[in-house]
């Protein structure tokens, strides 16, 4: 009976460690968490860092809809990855550089403030996005990190 318990135990475990962790959401190869509390950008980006993640890039349209949908569910603005801070007008994902190609800007937008270099979906126009001051320290974030692949190698304490 004790071997039975055992082996449910480490088959529960087994298929937990192929899932994005306790508290993140899953959304194709990628595992997704909606901060609770407010930072700025940057405290953002470091806390996403912390966590093995970065601030969420938005790719595709599917995936903008995704985050959407949460942000709105949660009803906050959350910050994203993306910033133009070292080429003013020129906006690019943090965690990688790549440029921006996919975009949702809201109406207006990008402003083009010399301090609005980073980018967030801003509930007030429906979750569309807007560049922000990087300093405004009342938007939540979203951090991305990887879907764990299953296989030797991966899992708990890998």
Known sequence: MTLAVLFGIFFLLSDVSSECQLGWQHYEKTCYWFSTTTLSWHSAASSCRSHGAELASVLTAAENAYL???????????????????????????????????????????????????????????????????????????????????????????
């Open 68 to 158: 959407r949908y949460f942000a709105a569910a949660f009803g906050h603005s959350y910050w994203i990855g993306g910033d133009d801070e070292v080429v003013e007008g020129s906006w690019t994902w943090a965690g990688t550089d790549a440029p921006i190609d996919y975009n949702d800007w809201g109406p207006g937008e990008p402003g083009g403030a010399r301090n609005e270099n980073c980018l967030a979906i801003y509930h007030p126009i429906n979750y569309h996005w807007v560049d922000a001051d990087c300093k405004y320290p009342s938007f939540r974030y979203i951090c991305e990190k990887p879907y764990p692949e299953s296989g030797p190698g991966h899992g708990i304490g890998k």
